[in-house]
């Protein structure tokens, strides 16, 4: 039935007052960052989508994050507060399609971007205008951005400016032909492989009786994905002799013939023509 009693001295140490970050908004393509504005310091940060006090937005996904700031003082009491990270999403951001383009072909406005209000850049552009002149022949990749002007995120997306130089492509000398004459393959065209049109022209065969009297452009075009221009060429075709026609031609006439306008100041000779 004895008692004693003891005195004992408990100290109580108040929570560490704590200050968290303010609520904040990032886009999902943005770099991991540090976390920091917390006080005080010396707590770390535990959530979603955190790794070694780094913040990884694709990581933590879509949508809002209740991120949490810890902190324990010298007395070894702790505390905690929460603060909310959003995680917004990029604007959906199309181009144009792929072009082509001379060389020597004036400046260029670039538009088609979607949703408008964007911005282009690359190579040879200048406020939204491209200048074939400034770049090297080839494909030329043009990048067009847009912000979202309520989240404030970026896209962007790219698309190709093909630069040729028509010089490239050139056509020989024509051809001076009868009506009756058989059709011909067309050769004219440098490099080979391109196309022919004009009158009397089917593919690259020629036919004069087709074609008819007169002078006849004959235009080649080629385009090979990397060379691409045009040039032209003509076709004149003659009226022949009919066999059955007698003709008197006087020494000092002229007359037409095969396409060419010819003097007589004596005998004339040619394969399809007799004295």
């Given amino acids: 039935g004895c008692d004693s009693t003891v005195n004992l001295t408990l100290t109580v140490y108040p929570s560490p007052i704590i200050i968290c970050n303010s609520d904040t908004s990032v886009c999902i393509n943005s770099n991991p960052f540090a976390l920091q504005g917390a006080s005080p310091n010396g707590g770390f940060y535990s959530g979603n989508g955190i790794n070694s006090g780094l913040f990884y937005p694709n990581i933590a996904g879509l949508g809002l994050h209740t991120l949490t700031y810890n902190y324990t003082d010298a007395n070894q009491c702790s505390n905690s507060c929460n603060f909310i990270v959003k995680v917004e999403t990029l604007p959906i951001v199309n181009c144009p399609p792929n072009f082509n383009i001379s060389i020597n072909a004036n400046p260029y406005y670039l538009n088609g971007g979607m949703p408008i209000g964007g911005t282009f850049y690359g190579n040879g552009v200048n406020t939204n205008v491209f200048f074939p002149s400034q770049v090297s022949t080839g494909n030329n990749i043009i990048t067009y951005t847009f912000q979202d002007p309520i989240t404030l995120c970026y896209n962007s997306c790219n698309f190709t400016a093909y630069v040729f130089d028509p010089s490239l492509v050139s056509c020989s000398q024509g051809l001076t032909l009868c009506s009756n004459d058989p059709p011909i393959i067309l050769n004219q065209g ?55 026609t007698n003709i008197t031609i006087c020494q000092g006439d002229t007359l037409i013939w095969r396409g060419k306008t010819i003097t007589l100041t004596g005998t004339y000779y040619d394969s399809l023509l007799t004295t």
């Fill in 190 to 244: 440098n490099p080979t492989g391109g196309t022919y049109s004009g009158q009397g022209v089917s593919g690259s065969t020629f036919d004069p009786s087709i074609a008819g009297p007169g002078q006849h452009l004959i235009i080649y075009n080629y385009d090979d994905g990397l060379t691409i221009g045009q040039c032209n060429f003509l076709i004149v075709v003659g009226n022949p002799f009919e066999n059955s």
